[in-house]
């Protein structure tokens, strides 16, 4: 399963001495509902409110999470459709400067998003209780 915590590397290219930024999605936590009937299930999950801590940044981040299950006896699939907008510098301390200002550290429109579709494949379904 998949979640609602996305987080961006961004590494420098080759620099010695340069410093990776980690962006971070402001949200706290998860809540989240899974539905299954037969040989169908779905996720659902959004992201609760943010903590006193997290206040502190002018960023929130909007999150969408949906998934779908099908369950065969040899061959399960899953298909998953994840985006997150908002985006604040999750290691500001290793940027004083940015600290002075910080909508600076705060990215409101960067968006990103995962789709995909993952494949189980069961060697032994007579085993499967």
């Not at 010695?16 to 779905?42: D, E």
């Amino acid at each position: 399963m998949h979640s609602l915590t996305n987080e961006l590397l961004n590494l420098p290219e080759n620099e010695t001495g340069s410093k990776s930024i980690f962006y971070q999605p402001n949200s706290r936590g998860n809540a989240g509902l899974t539905f299954q009937y037969g040989n169908v299930g779905a996720s659902l999950y959004w992201a609760g409110e943010l903590s006193e801590q997290n206040k502190i940044y002018d960023v929130k981040t909007n999150a969408e999470d949906y998934q779908l299950r099908l369950l065969g006896n040899r061959v399960s699939h899953k298909f998953y459709y994840q985006r997150y907008k908002g985006y604040y510098i999750g290691n500001m301390l290793d940027f004083p400067d940015v600290l002075l200002e910080s909508n600076r550290a705060c990215f409101r429109n960067s968006e990103h998003f995962t789709k995909g579709v993952g494949v189980i494949y069961n060697f032994s379904p007579e085993n499967t209780h």
